[in-house]
């Protein structure tokens, strides 16, 4: 099923992210893990995708694969850019193809330092058009609501949102973000840049400290103050930032949904015990929205 034709039917769609095991663990663990994320009964989970498919890229196909034929989920590819020839994308999106996969997430990927750049595609938006011409594929793109890293300012930011969308993106999934504002204003960005295409919004629930600095040096999210008194307060009580973090993110998504977001998308971080946790205390938000 197309992800287009989900969000036709659903007030909110609920979707999960899963990553492929590291090259050193087994592939099985991953099918541990979605067998208990099936439980929560995601419109799709999507699979990530290692820069220029090194390190456990090749298995996102695979995963994306079983997804579909065994678990009968419906799986969102993610496929990167930059590191990637034109080739290369051919013979991926043959492989989803080949195995029934209809959805495409469309990302530049970041810029991995001992990789080559081939060249053939500089930004998200030329891979997309790509998929496009390629045909049947569903195409996903990214956005930051604290704006892209490499974005001189968030106008531009937005701006350079769209050119996705003109090659074929029907929807996008956002960045995490910890303050519920950023996402909102961001929203007010993109529907003065005439973008019109249904938005989830990233949820990270955050469950320890090496966590928190990871993503902080990865992807730029700023700490709000509530968020940052919750870490300095139970930084050194590992259970109690555990429950904290799961309260955090429980919040931001009830907010999201009272506030007719299109959709939350989990970063499950490929742990069940943290996805069931949090669907449990916003399962009946979810449904009422969805019956209203
Ligand atoms: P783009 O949209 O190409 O943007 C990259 C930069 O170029 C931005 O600063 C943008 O403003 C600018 N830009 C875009 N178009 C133009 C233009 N026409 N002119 C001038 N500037 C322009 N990474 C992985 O490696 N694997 C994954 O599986 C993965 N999954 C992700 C999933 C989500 C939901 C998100 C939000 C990110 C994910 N990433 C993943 C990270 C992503 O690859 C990086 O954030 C990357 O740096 C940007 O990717 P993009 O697709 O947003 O790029």
């Known amino acids: 099923m197309k992800i287009s034709d989900i969000f036709q039917t659903k007030k909110t769609v609920f979707s999960l992210e899963v990553f492929p095991p590291k090259k050193t663990s087994k592939i099985d663990t991953i099918y541990d893990t979605i067998e208990r994320l099936s439980d929560l009964n995601p419109d799709f989970i999507?699979?990530?995708y290692g820069a220029g498919g090194t390190g456990t890229g090749s298995l996102t196909a695979k995963i994306a694969s079983d997804l579909k034929n065994t678990y009968h989920i419906e799986p969102l590819a993610h496929l990167t850019?930059?590191?990637?020839?034109?080739?290369q994308a051919t013979d991926i999106l043959t492989e989803l193809r080949e195995n029934g996969i209809e959805n495409v997430l469309a990302l530049r990927g970041d810029l991995h330092p001992e990789l080559p750049i081939p060249g053939d595609f500089k930004y998200a938006s030329d891979l997309t058009q790509f998929i496009t011409d390629f045909g049947g594929f569903d195409i996903c793109g990214a956005c930051y609501p604290e704006g892209h890293p490499e974005s001189d300012n968030l106008i531009s930011d937005v701006t350079n949102t769209r050119p996705k969308?003109?090659?074929?993106?029907?929807?996008l999934i956002s960045q995490l973000f910890f303050d519920n504002n950023d996402f909102y204003a961001f929203l007010d960005r993109a529907k003065l840049a005439g973008i019109t295409v249904p938005i989830e919004a990233g949820i990270m629930p955050v469950i320890n400290k090496a966590q928190i600095e990871r993503m902080v040096s990865t992807c730029g999210a700023s700490l709000p103050r509530k968020f940052a008194h919750m870490v300095?307060?139970?930084?050194?009580?590992?259970?109690?930032?555990?429950d904290a973090g799961i309260a955090y993110a429980v919040d931001q998504i009830i907010d999201l949904i009272a506030?007719?977001?299109?959709?939350i998308h989990l970063y499950t971080m490929n742990n069940p015990r943290v996805a069931h946790l949090i669907y449990t205390r916003i399962r009946k938000v979810l449904e009422a929205s969805n019956k209203a």
């Open 232 to 242: 300095s307060r139970y930084e050194h009580d590992p259970e109690a930032l555990f």
């Open 46 to 48: 999507s699979v990530t």
């Open 165 to 171: 969308i003109e090659a074929g993106a029907t929807h």
């Open 259 to 263: 506030s007719g977001v299109d959709g």
């Open 81 to 87: 850019a930059i590191h990637t020839t034109r080739q």
